[in-house]
């Protein structure tokens, strides 16, 4: 349930309308806005009666949520969401921001090398693999903490945030105090012990849609981490799977607006992971930026052919270079900064 208030209301009146409201057993999310203030009431709100809700002469509206996200909700929360990542901020109309990065760390030396090569470019954040979940137990499965550490070299070199993805919980820790952007990965998408755990960290976190999520599945999950407390929630679209072959996944273009008509949260699109082929990076970078995006993430790699992991979908510094030059120019044409 989404309450208006009037914004000039005196205030014992509204104080009295959220102790009656309280004592009823809901909770009570306030948002203040430019034009008008509103809370949303979360919990059973299914006994209250909105007549008598509108019989106090500080409420503008009362309104039902149908959906069942309700933090998440634009009705709850009708101004966009602005992330900050270290000084970074996503969403809203602030600049687009571009992560850029290699699938894998794969040592210091490398992971500084690429952070500067994406910084050169125009890059934002610093993104790079620690922790690897792959398919086949035969695979590299990362350098683990020692991977992080590279990564945190690679952010005193060039200053940019980095961004890396969180398995379990009980690497929560380690991430809270070198990560400064925590990626939950499509496979975690609803490890909902996991999205309840980071719900209570004071870092922003990065949710990815699951391979195989609804939007709505995708919302809730986002859900079950700003219910337990984080407000910071950037979401991720990395393909879908489907039926097709000729990419690694189906990107959904179209899910850009529906985010941003169903929700206050910002996202960005991974055409990295949603083609699988570099050669298809680009195109479907420049159509997320056309749509909407409030950022991309996009894997970099100085020698793909000698990657670790995810060669085929990297590309090389110059190419990324390219590509931002490409989506300065698309997002200028849909009036947003990057």
């Known amino acids: ?159 940019l945030p980095i961004v890396s993805e969180l398995m379990s919980a009980d690497k929560i820790d380690e991430f809270v105090e070198n990560v400064d952007l925590v990626q939950i990965g499509a496979r975690n998408m609803q490890n909902f012990d996991l999205l309840k755990a980071v719900g209570h960290i004071n870092k922003p976190i990065l949710l990815k849609r699951g391979m195989s999520a609804t939007i709505e599945d995708w919302i809730m999950s986002a859900e079950y981490i700003m219910s337990s407390g984080n407000p910071n929630v950037i979401l991720c679209e990395r393909g879908i799977r489907t039926f097709e072959k000729y990419t690694r996944n189906t990107m959904d273009l179209a899910v850009i607006p529906i985010i941003k008509e169903k929700t206050h949260l910002p996202i960005v699109i991974d055409p990295s992971h949603a083609t699988g082929d570099w050669k298809y990076v680009e195109a479907d970078a420049l159509a997320a930026i056309a749509a909407g995006a409030d950022g991309l993430i996009i894997e970099v790699h100085d020698h793909p052919d000698q990657a670790w992991s995810d060669g085929a979908q990297s590309l090389k510094p110059e190419k990324f270079a390219r590509l931002i030059y490409k989506a300065r120019r698309v997002a200028a044409a849909v009036d947003r900064d990057l």
């Not at 030396?109 to 035969?138: C, H, L, M, N, W």
């Open 1 to 159: 349930m989404i309450i208006t208030l009037k914004k000039n209301a005196p205030q014992n009146e509204i104080e009295h309308l959220h102790q009656a409201l309280e004592d009823r057993g809901v909770e009570i999310h306030a948002i203040e806005g430019t034009d008008f203030n509103v809370w949303g009431l979360v919990g059973d709100t299914a006994e209250l009666d909105e007549r008598d809700i509108l019989a106090n002469e500080c409420v503008a509206n009362v309104q039902r949520v149908s959906a069942p996200y309700k933090l998440a909700n634009r009705m709850f929360h009708p101004d966009d969401t602005v992330v900050d990542v270290a000084g970074v901020k996503i969403g809203g109309k602030e600049p687009i921001v571009v992560m850029g990065g290699p699938c894998s760390i794969e040592g210091k030396d490398q992971a500084v090398r690429i952070a500067k090569e994406v910084k050169a470019a125009g890059g934002r954040i610093f993104r790079g693999g620690a922790y690897k979940p792959r398919t086949s137990p035969y695979s590299f499965q990362g350098l683990g903490y020692e991977g992080i550490l590279d990564m945190v070299e690679a952010r005193k070199e060039t200053g």
